[in-house]
C-alpha cells in the first residue's frame, strides 16, 4: 500500500498534536496520537510510536510518560508555563496603550502556548470590554517603527495629537511635524512614552506613543547622543512624574511612617529614608518639578510635605491654595 505523501509531516503532527491536546491533567493514549495521524491521512502502528516519542525527546521535546491504571503521555516542561502566560495576558489587558482589538489578538497568540485546556484557564482571565483602552489602533505598529530607528541610529518624523472636548484629534506644533532623535521607550503609568531629544532646544521630551502617528525614520544620524550617554535611565524615570518634565533639583520632604513603601515604590531602595521623631521621617530625592509631582505629593493629603527649596514649597502651597479656592467658590 503506497504511503501518503503526508508520511513525512509525522513527528511534525504528533509534536503539535502533544503541544495543543496535552497537559499534566489532561495526557493522551496511544490512541488518540493514532487517531490524529489519521486524520492527516498518516499511517502508523501502536510498536512505531514508542520510537517517534523517543525521537522527540531526543530533539529536546519534554514527552512524560504516565504508568498505571490509565497510561497516558504529555508534554511537560515549555517554553511558557501556565502562571507565566497569566501574567503576560494580565499585563496585555491592563496596558491603556494597546487597543481593545490588539489585545484580544494578542492573547489568541498567547493561548497557541500551551494546552487548549490551560487556554481555557487564560480565557478566564480576559476582561477587555469596559476597560480604557488606547483608541490609536496602530500604536502597536509605532512602537516597532521607534525601535527600528533607535536601531539604526536614526531621527524620526511624527505629528502629535491630543484629544479636544468633542472628542475629536487636535494635532499640536500647528498640525505640523517633529523632527527629533529617538532614544528610548519608557512604560509609565500604564502608557508607553518615547524619549526624543530636541536639538534646537537642548533637552529631551516625552511623548506618549499612543497619540503619535505618520512616524517616518529620517535619513540622517539622531542628534544628542552626549546628552542621552550621561542620562541614567533607572534614575531618570524615578525622578519624572507622569512623564511631565520640569527643573530636576534636590526637594526635601516629610512623610508619616507608614507610607515608606509608597517613597521607595517611587524613588527605589536606595533612597536613605531619615527617621523624624516617632510619627514621620524625611526623604531627600532629585525630582522633575511639575504639577504631577505636586499631584503625587497632595495624593498623602496632610501626611506629607514639602519642606525645601522654598521656592518649591512655595510654589506647593500655591497650587494647594488654587485648588482650595475653586471648591470654596
Not at 525527546?57 to 497569566?86: I, M, N, Q, W
Not at 527643573?247 to 520632604?253: A, G, I, K, L, S
Not at 524613588?267 to 504639577?291: D, H, R
Request: hydrophobic fraction near 40%; proline fraction near 3%.
Amino acid at each position: 500500500m503506497p504511503k501518503s505523501p503526508n508520511q513525512k509531516l509525522k513527528l511534525l503532527v504528533l509534536l503539535r498534536f502533544l503541544e495543543r491536546q496535552s497537559d499534566e491533567k489532561h495526557p493522551v493514549t496511544l490512541a488518540q496520537m493514532l487517531e490524529e495521524l489519521a486524520r492527516w491521512d498518516i499511517s502508523a502502528e501502536r510498536k512505531s510510536l514508542y520510537d517517534d516519542l523517543e525521537t522527540l525527546r531526543s530533539f529536546g521535546a519534554d514527552v512524560v510518560t504516565l504508568r498505571g491504571k490509565t497510561p497516558g503521555y504529555y508534554l511537560g516542561a515549555r517554553d511558557f508555563e501556565l502562571p507565566e502566560l497569566k501574567l503576560l495576558v494580565d499585563s496585555i489587558q491592563s496596558s491603556k496603550f494597546i487597543t481593545g482589538k490588539k489585545t484580544l489578538a494578542l492573547i489568541r497568540k498567547l493561548e497557541g502556548l500551551c494546552s487548549v485546556h490551560e487556554a481555557q484557564v487564560l480565557e478566564r482571565q480576559v476582561f477587555v470590554r469596559g476597560r480604557v483602552k488606547s483608541m490609536n489602533e496602530s500604536v502597536y505598529y509605532n512602537v516597532d517603527a521607534i525601535s527600528d530607528a533607535i536601531s539604526r541610529d536614526r531621527a524620526l518624523r511624527f505629528r502629535y495629537f491630543e484629544f479636544t472636548v468633542a472628542g475629536e484629534r487636535h494635532y499640536r506644533h500647528e498640525g505640523g511635524y517633529y523632527q527629533l532623535s529617538p532614544y528610548a521607550l519608557i512604560w509609565d503609568d500604564e502608557n508607553y512614552y518615547m524619549l526624543a531629544w530636541d536639538e534646537a532646544e537642548g533637552r529631551f521630551k516625552h511623548f506618549r506613543v499612543d497619540k503619535m502617528t505618520h512616524i517616518t525614520a529620517l535619513d540622517r544620524p539622531r542628534d544628542g547622543k552626549d546628552a542621552f550617554a550621561q542620562l541614567d535611565m533607572s534614575v531618570y524615570s524615578q525622578r519624572v512624574f507622569g512623564m511631565f518634565a520640569g527643573e530636576t533639583q534636590p526637594v526635601r520632604m516629610r512623610f508619616a511612617r507608614h507610607l515608606a513603601g509608597a517613597v521607595i515604590d517611587r524613588f527605589g531602595k536606595e533612597v536613605l529614608l531619615i527617621p523624624e521623631g516617632e510619627e514621620s521621617f524625611t526623604v531627600t530625592a532629585e525630582v522633575a518639578v511639575s504639577p504631577q509631582f505636586f499631584a503625587w505629593v497632595f495624593g498623602f493629603g496632610t501626611e506629607a510635605e514639602i519642606l525645601s527649596p522654598e521656592a518649591v514649597r512655595r510654589e506647593a502651597g500655591r497650587q494647594a491654595a488654587d485648588i482650595a479656592a475653586k471648591y470654596r467658590e
